[in-house]
Structures are given as structure tokens and as C-alpha cells.
């Protein structure tokens, strides 16, 4: 998985709770993502940064905020964890803008679950 | 925003077959797009790709083939094996902005 490690692999959590997920990357690439996807759904954009301190929304962004202090590590967190968050949560990276046609590689996922 | 339709959800094909998986796009503006196959439990893989300002690309078995007119892009295996199951995905790309299809889960039977 191309340098990228996504931890913790799986959570169990409540409703109400504060939850941060974390990306490493060893590639150092300058951009990273954060995806969630659900069954039978395709992966979507929840923020993306494009360098340390650079972030930006995605389209599903509301219910979650991002840090990235460090060119290997992206975070997201849930500030108060509700059930429709329930999700496996994708890390991805690029070495160049993905609209440029940076090709972006994919961790190997969180699977949260939010009782 | 971008609209990608992804189809069919579902594809059997017998080994040696060819696969065909077809995407539309709504927004004119995505010029870069993508083809993921995933696997059960893992992190999806790019397997091909096609930029705006061209029609086809081929990998070995596997092909895209990219109609901006219509704004439809199709992604075409020949000779498929058992270990061309998975989860396949397109994707329609502008900027940082993405899109993705919701998947076409293939079987291939030996």
C-alpha cells in the first residue's frame, strides 16, 4: 500500500464521543485525502489537504475537521461521533494535484462503527 | 456538482470473457478519469486511467475508452481470469474536486 499506514484498523465507539483517525505516509507526497465510503457506494471526499497546514472541504465535510502539522501525518476527527458517521474511512496520497492526474494511492482503510 | 453513474452493479462473466463496465459523467469541467479495482478488505488499487484529450488507452488486458461527447467513459477487459473479481470503480476528475461511481462488483467464473 504504497508507504501508507491508517490507524487504528477498526473502532467501536458511542454516540457523543470525540474520534480521531490517523494517516501516516512515508512517501512524501504533498497531497492527502481523506474518503469515506459505505455499502454498495463509492468513495467520498471528506477533506483533502495539499500541504502542512493546507486543508479544504470536500463534499461531505460537515461533522468533521482535519490537521496536518506534519508532511507524513493527516488526521481526522470526529468531534462528537454520531451513528450515520458509521463508515470505513480512506486515507489516500499524490505526489502532484489529482486533477492533474496525480495518481493517488489508497491506505487500507478504518472501519468505524458508531453505536 | 459532478453526477457519475456507474453500470451495471453487478457483472458475471465466464473466464476468457471480456468485462465491460460503463460510467457517465455530468460535468463537463472533469477532465481526468480514473479506474480502481478493490479488493475485500483492502484500499482501492488505480488500474488504468484516461486524461480529457484522449479517446482510448490500453493496458495488456485491460482498456478505456473515454466519449466526451457524451460524456461516457468505459473500461473493457478481455481474457478475464478468477482473479479479475473484485469491486471496480470509475471516477470523474476536476481539480481537487472527485466523483466516484458506486461500483460494479464482477465475478468471473472458472
Known amino acids: 500500500d504504497a508507504g501508507i499506514t491508517q490507524s487504528p484498523r477498526h473502532k467501536v465507539t458511542e454516540t457523543g464521543t470525540p474520534v480521531t483517525l490517523r494517516c501516516h505516509q512515508t512517501e512524501n507526497h504533498r497531497y492527502m485525502y481523506w474518503y469515506r465510503q459505505d455499502p454498495g457506494h463509492g468513495l467520498r471526499l471528506i477533506h483533502y489537504?495539499?500541504?502542512?497546514?493546507?486543508?479544504d472541504k470536500g463534499e461531505v465535510s460537515d461533522g468533521y475537521s482535519v490537521s496536518r502539522s506534519k508532511t507524513e501525518d493527516f488526521l481526522l476527527t470526529l468531534e462528537s461521533a454520531t451513528s450515520s458517521q458509521t463508515s470505513v474511512y480512506f486515507c489516500?496520497?499524490?505526489?502532484?494535484?489529482?486533477?492533474?492526474?496525480?495518481?493517488?494511492?489508497f491506505g487500507p482503510g478504518t472501519r468505524l462503527t458508531v453505536l | 456538482g459532478e453526477n457519475v453513474e456507474q453500470h451495471p452493479s453487478t457483472l458475471s462473466v465466464q473466464e476468457g470473457d471480456s468485462a465491460v463496465i460503463k460510467c457517465t459523467y455530468s460535468?463537463?469541467?472533469?477532465?481526468?478519469f480514473p479506474w480502481y479495482k478493490q479488493e475485500l478488505g483492502k484500499g482501492p488499487q488505480l488500474i488504468i486511467d484516461?486524461?480529457?484529450?484522449?479517446g482510448e488507452k490500453k493496458d495488456q488486458r485491460i482498456a478505456v475508452t473515454l466519449n466526451k461527447t457524451a460524456k461516457h467513459f468505459s473500461l473493457h477487459i478481455t481474457e478475464t481470469q478468477p482473479e479479475d473479481s473484485a469491486v471496480y470503480f470509475c471516477?470523474?476528475?476536476?481539480?481537487?474536486?472527485?466523483?466516484f461511481g458506486d461500483g460494479t462488483t464482477l465475478t468471473v467464473k472458472p
Open positions: 484516461i486524461r480529457s484529450n484522449v
Open positions: 471516477a470523474a476528475i476536476w481539480g481537487d474536486k472527485s466523483t
Open positions: 489516500a496520497i499524490s505526489e502532484s494535484r489529482y486533477g492533474n492526474g496525480g495518481e493517488q494511492f
Open positions: 460535468d463537463s469541467a472533469s477532465n481526468y
Open positions: 489537504s495539499y500541504g502542512v497546514k493546507d486543508t
